[in-house]
């Protein structure tokens, strides 16, 4: 059986990044955590923690730190079931996976009653809506919202609907860059704005309809919903933005889409683990009841 405070210290080191800022957390001396990790290393057998700046856990590690990241909120959830809080705290703590475009428009409001009236402290984990459900899978969350439709062991899939993604310039940015049309010259030269590296909604969209890689045309990194979109209405770029934050924009005439065959609808679905705590059954019902007013949804005719 694992010693707790040897894995108390061990998670400790690589979630701080440091034998010494885990000391200060766990109000011991870095060479007590050193040599609690040590201990727990020469029990298990293998090297656990690489040791730079920041430390890092080995493969080893990082399989302990699975697991104890696991059990730590499975004890959580245990708690929330038979005392209906957390320890010492008149909240509940819920862990949600989100992707960030759903965070940056619709899911707070969504979840806005439900948050106070039950008393939840959130802990969002944001990520690409195609790696969400890792993190579910994992232990790491207690639900997600994913684009995987199939559902995980041990957990329930609910369609919430379609986010659609348009993609849009502003007014001097197509004037400059786009006098000539919208083809597969013209998009070498202006500069895109991509999420980030696992963003691939854009460069497949690119690469399906004008057969040009990544490594064709210039781009900008910006993970951030809401300087993403700043980004193209400043005229920095152009990108394929929800339709939900520029309905407004577009018909005033601020962005203009460039491509409407690029149009992307991207479903969404809520995932969750089978035994929730009655939070998180509060919580689940307020979204599958109210983000169909903020989503599109399918059309079955």
């Known amino acids: 059986m694992l010693h707790s405070k040897n894995s108390e210290a061990f998670l400790a080191v690589i979630e701080t990044g440091s034998f010494e800022l885990a000391a200060e957390r766990l109000c011991i001396?870095?060479?007590?955590?050193?040599?609690?990790?040590?201990?727990?290393?020469?029990?298990?057998?293998?090297?656990?923690?690489?040791r730079?700046?920041?430390c890092r856990s080995t493969s080893a590690g990082q399989q302990l730190l699975s697991y104890l990241q696991q059990s730590k909120l499975l004890e959580q959830n245990l708690?929330?079931?038979?005392?209906?809080?957390t320890l010492g705290s008149t909240f509940y703590t819920l862990n949600i996976a989100t992707n960030a475009d759903s965070l940056a428009t619709w899911l707070l409001s969504t979840i806005q009653a439900v948050l106070i009236d039950e008393h939840i402290a959130l802990k969002l984990k944001v990520a690409d809506q195609t790696q969400t459900h890792h993190l579910l899978e994992a232990g790491l969350v207690n639900a997600c919202i994913s684009t995987e439709s199939n559902?995980?062991?041990?957990c329930e899939v609910k369609p919430l609907g379609i986010m659609?993604?348009?993609?849009?310039?502003?007014?001097?940015f197509v004037a400059r860059w786009f006098n000539q049309g919208v083809n597969r010259e013209t998009l070498r030269l202006p500069p895109a704005v991509i999420f980030n590296e696992q963003d691939l909604m854009h460069h497949e969209i690119i690469s399906k309809h004008f057969g040009l890689n990544m490594s064709q045309y210039p781009?900008?990194?910006i993970p951030s919903a809401h300087s993403f979109l700043e980004a193209?209405?400043?005229?920095?770029?152009?990108?394929?933005?929800?339709?939900?934050?520029?309905?407004?924009?577009?018909?005033?005439?601020?962005l203009i889409e460039l491509f409407p065959a690029a149009q992307t609808d991207v479903k969404l679905?809520?995932?969750?683990?089978?035994?929730?705590?009655?939070?998180?059954?509060?919580?689940?019902?307020?979204?599958?009841?109210?983000?169909?007013?903020?989503?599109?949804?399918?059309?079955?005719?």
């Open 79 to 85: 708690l929330q079931d038979l005392q209906g809080k």
């Open 269 to 301: 679905y809520w995932h969750h683990w089978k035994r929730q705590s009655v939070q998180l059954q509060r919580l689940t019902e307020r979204l599958i009841q109210h983000a169909p007013l903020h989503l599109n949804q399918a059309d079955h005719s």
């Open 151 to 154: 559902s995980i062991k041990g």
């Open 219 to 221: 781009h900008h990194l």
């Open 29 to 50: 001396t870095p060479s007590a955590v050193t040599l609690r990790v040590q201990a727990l290393e020469k029990q298990l057998g293998h090297i656990l923690v690489i």
């Open 232 to 254: 193209v209405q400043l005229g920095l770029g152009f990108g394929m933005v929800p339709e939900f934050q520029i309905h407004q924009a577009l018909t005033n005439g601020d």
């Open 164 to 172: 659609r993604y348009r993609m849009v310039a502003s007014p001097t």
């Open 52 to 54: 730079e700046r920041p």
